[in-house]
């Protein structure tokens, strides 16, 4: 996300209430807006079908088959994510302008290359027992979600945040409406609106990414070669989505936990449906943090390696130091507020919301875990920001490795410990990451001139 600290600070310039108040609402709509868009889009599909779609555990398929592909390109895709955004940023620094388009092209050449040819091993193995159109919209869907997720990592780092926003927008719309048109055609009509959204989506990505790096050559695959990506950062991106959806795997294997619902996939509603439900109460976490930290934190970054360059005084060097000490300490200060009456106001309201939507109460216990989950990931989110911009990759990939063992070590232990311990593994694994990140950066910040005077 860096770099939207430019808009923000346009903003916040305006120096009123209402600049202050659209800030913090263009940072939560570009932080959190797909996630969420995902969410409800997914969510509302399965609700007003309810009375259309027999029989009914043909919703409840979809909904799974959705998570799974969502989980799984996710985590497919997560070792070019970083890697290659990190290649074409260093490209454009370099003022190579000409590179951007064609290595996009590759890029997405060797997703459609990996996601098409894992898609079709699956479709005649595990789901071999599966009706032809379901694997052919199951083939389709994870397709373009893998290439979808590495157009937009992509177009974020050129900046085009609201536009992948708007995209999304359009793409869950056009989802929706044609999920809801296709339903009485059950499970697969369900699906073929999700396919056809999404390929929407793609487009626009894609038409994008076009109109705005034109170039003569149609496709590069030098980011491929030996020494042009970041291995530490291939592997960050794989343990980070790994972390994530870990626990969620580990309860949907787990028999005790989970029911089968559609070939080899398996649900665990009781640990399911709250953790997404939680994921909504980021949104004002995810707007502070990106507001403090890439507008204060940034600034101060930015003059302490100005000073660098131009030779500026010891003296500049450490009140520049502090005051990025400060901004980070200000911006965690304020996601803790801010994620604190987050769960203040699912206390008060979850019981109503859970009786509207007809839920058992038996779901409260986990949701109120899994907000303060939530809470801390976005925490984990802002420490990992500031190490980036740091350069200590070394550092942000230890962290998500130990969040992938702690998470799944913790996840397997709650379940072990009966329900009334389920979320707390994924909840302590956050703990324990976002503490260690915090004691390191605090180390990496104490060392910051020593570092970068002596090993750079």
């Not at 592997?235 to 949907?252: E, V």
């Not at 109120?368 to 990759?393: C, E, P």
């Not at 969040?403 to 324990?432: D, E, K, M, R, T």
Request: aromatic fraction near 14%.
């Amino acid at each position: 996300m860096a770099g939207i600290g430019f808009e923000l600070r346009k903003l916040l310039r305006r120096d009123s209430y209402l600049g202050q108040l659209q800030a913090y609402a263009y940072a939560g709509l570009i932080s959190a807006g797909p996630w969420i868009l995902s969410i409800i889009g997914v969510q509302l599909i399965g609700l007003l079908s309810l009375s259309v779609v027999v029989p009914k555990i043909a919703i409840e398929q979809f909904q799974v088959s959705v998570t799974y592909l969502l989980a799984t390109s996710l985590i497919v895709t997560g070792p070019l994510q970083l890697a290659f955004t990190r290649y074409i940023a260093d490209r454009l620094y370099q003022k190579h302008d000409h590179h951007v388009l064609p290595s996009f092209v590759g890029a997405q050449f060797v997703t459609l290359i990996v996601a098409g040819t894992l898609a079709l091993v699956l479709c005649f193995t595990a789901f071999a027992d599966e009706p032809l159109g379901y694997r052919l919209l199951m083939f389709n869907g994870f397709v373009l979600l893998c290439l979808i997720w590495i157009a937009a990592v992509f177009l974020s780092g050129m900046k085009r945040y609201l536009s992948i926003v708007l995209l999304f927008a359009l793409g869950y719309g056009t989802t929706v409406l044609i999920a809801l048109w296709l339903r009485p055609w059950g499970l697969e009509g369900l699906l073929a609106g999700f396919v056809a959204g999404h390929a929407l989506l793609a487009g626009g990505l894609w038409f994008l990414v076009w109109q705005h790096y034109p170039s003569e050559r149609l496709i590069s695959l030098q980011f491929m070669r030996r020494g042009r990506m970041y291995p530490a950062l291939v592997l960050t991106g794989l343990f980070y989505n790994l972390g994530i959806w870990i626990d969620k795997f580990i309860f949907w294997i787990d028999p005790s936990t989970s029911q089968s619902v559609i070939g080899p996939l398996r649900a665990s509603p009781i640990y399911d449906f709250p953790i997404f439900i939680a994921y909504l109460s980021i949104i004002p976490g995810m707007a502070v943090f990106l507001v403090r930290i890439e507008t204060d934190f940034v600034d101060y970054y930015n003059r302490f390696f100005d000073a660098v360059r131009e030779g500026g005084s010891l003296e500049q060097l450490e009140t520049y130091r502090n005051e990025m000490v400060f901004s980070i300490r200000q911006g965690l200060a304020e996601i803790a507020k801010i994620q604190g009456l987050a769960m203040l106001v699912t206390y008060m309201l979850a019981g109503e919301i859970f009786a509207w939507l007809g839920l058992s109460p038996l779901y409260l216990p986990l949701l109120y875990v899994d907000v303060f989950a939530a809470g801390l990931q976005v925490a984990l989110l802002a420490v990992l920001n500031v190490f980036f911009y740091l350069d200590a990759r070394r550092i942000v990939l230890g962290l998500t490795a130990l969040f992938v063992l702690a998470n799944a070590v913790l996840s397997w232990v709650s379940i072990q410990l009966g329900s009334s311990w389920y979320g707390y593994g994924f909840a302590l694994s956050l703990l324990l990451c976002v503490t260690v990140g915090l004691l390191l950066l605090n180390r990496k910040l104490e060392r910051l001139e020593y570092e970068t005077f002596m090993l750079r």
